[in-house]
């Protein structure tokens, strides 16, 4: 056969192929640059086992590379037209040939999951094609950013590998589990996107496909290529100097204050449905992206573990840290105490080992261990502002009038009067921020109005930290 008809061959072998896994192709359309999809992998097949060949398209997985608003991404999205998306020895070879190519050249993997399980035909060398994949994920988890798409079902090891992502995008619709809530029977749980986002799972809780493409261009806009790459930088029009509404952030906490704060008020909060207490999000400050911890009230124990992974995903890939504090302490239950404590433990660690620009702002109550555990200055922190209405101690002053000042309040004609009378003295001469700042565990008061200038300033100085 001429060289014209080996062609024509190739290209009725390539049109069958795309032909079918329309789904998982367009999930890749949406995501990527018009035109960038580089396919590889096309005509990898399935070995004969003694069950015979089966024939599936692409191997049920569509793996290649393209760019995102022209930076680049290795990507893979499974068909669920194949097989129901099973996972063969081919396909997880895919897949892991697609992690070498991501991490010779530090781009991040972008997975989209849409698979019924193994292949059962294959038995123990499909299950060790999810082994392979979970060690290639666990291998680039230090090196490369990798986000996941739950658009159908990932249940079993597929969730497994899901969850070795750093970021899981759940589309309402799929499903994510290890054991199936038919096989459960348990009405108080189910595999939705919506439950995924609620525990954790996921990130991100999303209406469709687009939506969650939308999601994957805003993390990939924010973050590193990866580890070893430079900070991330986008042109800003917003001015440093910009003076801030404070009556918009009356309520100190990190929503409304980044909402004020960074650039044009614009941010992209990360795993908002889990632990709502804490905040976590990222956002620009003259042009540079940063990670942004926010605490307020009590903070539960899965409220330290969520602050706990973004501070040390923040760090693996260089990202400057602005932690936002306004927390009373930790939360008071039984749960707390059985699950909380080794939490509280791992957030201070991730902060103390983190070499990445951190500031931390006080813009509220900054009590006991809640304020040991986010930022403070002994765990490393670089810069430390409070605003003047910020309360930095021990413990709040009703529990401190209550543990010290019960015999005088008896004894007083007016109880009353006489404990807010000690309140009032405790909280002006114990914690204040003025008191902290005298001992330079604060930096600086600064006016609230002024608190994009001094985050600017900060992030400015901070730029050539090693």
């Known amino acids: 056969m001429d060289m014209v008809g080996k062609r024509n061959d190739f290209l009725e072998k390539r049109q069958a192929i795309a032909a079918v896994g329309v789904n998982a192709r367009k999930r890749i359309e949406l995501l990527l640059d018009a ?30 590379w393209g760019t995102i608003d022209g930076a680049p991404v290795c990507v893979f999205s499974q068909d669920a037209e194949a097989m129901g998306g099973a996972v063969s020895e081919m396909h997880a070879k895919k897949i892991n040939t697609l992690y070498e190519y991501a991490l010779k050249t530090g781009v991040p993997v972008i997975g989209i999951f849409d698979s019924k399980g193994a292949r059962i035909a294959e038995g123990v ?44 995008v759940a589309v309402k619709g799929g499903e994510l589990f290890m054991t199936s809530p038919a096989v459960l029977g348990d009405k108080a749980f189910n595999a939705t996107a919506e439950e995924a986002a609620a525990c954790g799972n996921a990130a991100f809780c999303v209406e469709n496909d687009a939506e969650a493409a939308g999601i994957v261009k805003a ?12 900070r991330n930088y986008a042109a800003t029009s917003d001015d440093i100097n910009r003076i801030v509404d404070i009556n918009a952030m009356a309520d100190g906490s990190a929503r409304s204050i980044l909402a004020q704060v960074a650039d044009n008020g614009s941010y992209l909060e990360v795993s908002a449905a889990h632990a709502p207490e804490v905040t976590t ?63 509280a433990a791992s957030l201070a660690a991730a902060y103390a080992t983190a070499d990445s620009a951190m500031i931390t702002l006080i813009t509220g109550k900054a009590t006991g261990s809640a304020y040991v555990t986010l930022g403070a200055r002994g765990l490393g922190c670089d810069m430390v502002f409070a605003w003047p209405q910020a309360e930095i101690s021990a413990i709040a002053p009703k529990a401190a009038v209550d543990l010290l000042c019960l015999d005088e309040i008896k004894k007083a004609a007016d109880p009353l009067a006489k404990r807010a009378e000690l309140e009032a003295d405790f909280a002006d001469k114990a914690s204040a921020p003025y008191e902290a700042a005298k001992r330079g565990y604060v930096d600086e008061i600064i006016d609230p109005a002024e608190t994009r200038q001094a985050i600017v300033y900060a992030l400015g100085l901070l730029s050539t930290k090693n």
């Open 35 to 64: 035109g960038s999809f580089m396919e590889i992998g096309a005509f990898v097949k399935q070995r004969p086992t003694e069950f015979g060949a089966v024939e599936a398209a692409a191997e049920g997985v569509v793996t290649g």
């Open 219 to 230: 993390l990939i806009g924010m973050l590193p290529a990866n580890s070893a790459g430079d």
């Open 281 to 343: 999000a990222f956002a620009r400050f003259d042009g540079e992206a940063i990670g942004v911890v926010g605490a307020e009230g009590a903070v539960s124990a899965a409220g330290l573990a969520k602050a706990a992974a973004f501070v040390s995903f923040c760090d693996t890939f260089g990202i400057s840290i602005l932690t936002i504090v306004n927390a009373s302490g930790f939360e008071m239950s039984p749960c707390f105490e059985r699950n909380g404590i080794a939490k």
């Open 125 to 168: 060398d499909a299950l060790d094609g999810y082994a392979q994949i979970i060690a290639s994920a666990s291998a680039a988890a230090s090196l490369v950013p990798q986000i996941a798409v739950v658009s159908g079902i990932c249940g079993g090891a597929a969730a497994i590998v899901a969850e070795c992502f750093d970021f899981v």
